[in-house]
Structures are given as structure tokens and as C-alpha cells.
């Protein structure tokens, strides 16, 4: 709904630094969103398959890796 948009907290990386991250440890963002704290980051594995990662945006570290 309108005005419901989140946006990461002060100090958060940029999504750009979030995207390097990610791509660094082989996965391919394909879909972000932030909500509930964390990016949630639809992503493809080195191996091909799709993964739904939950990110911290402080830090980029990635702290869920689910099957999508």
C-alpha cells in the first residue's frame, strides 16, 4: 500500500555493495526488496539454482539461504 515503503537503516551499506557481496559469493541477484529488516534477495547459486537470501544491511552478511 502507499507510504508503506521500508528503507535500510542509517549506515546500512549501499544496495550496490549488498549486489558485490552477493555476486562474490556466487550468486546472481535477480529481485531485492527490503523488508522486516533485512534485504530479501531472490538469487541464482554458481550450480544454477534459485535461491531466497535474507541479508543484513549492515554488515551483507547472509543470514538465510533458502530453496526458492
Known amino acids: 500500500p502507499p507510504g508503506s515503503w521500508q528503507f535500510p537503516p542509517a549506515g546500512s551499506k549501499p544496495l550496490s555493495e549488498i549486489a ?4 562474490d559469493a556466487g ?9 522486516a529488516g ?3 534477495v531472490e538469487a ?3 550450480e544454477g539454482q534459485k535461491r ?10 547472509i543470514t538465510s539461504n533458502r530453496r526458492s
Open 27 to 35: 550468486f546472481t541477484p535477480v529481485e531485492v526488496d527490503f523488508k
Open 44 to 46: 541464482f547459486n554458481s
Open 20 to 23: 558485490k557481496i552477493l555476486e
Open 52 to 61: 531466497d537470501l535474507r541479508v543484513h544491511p549492515g554488515t551483507g552478511e
Open 38 to 40: 533485512r534485504w530479501h
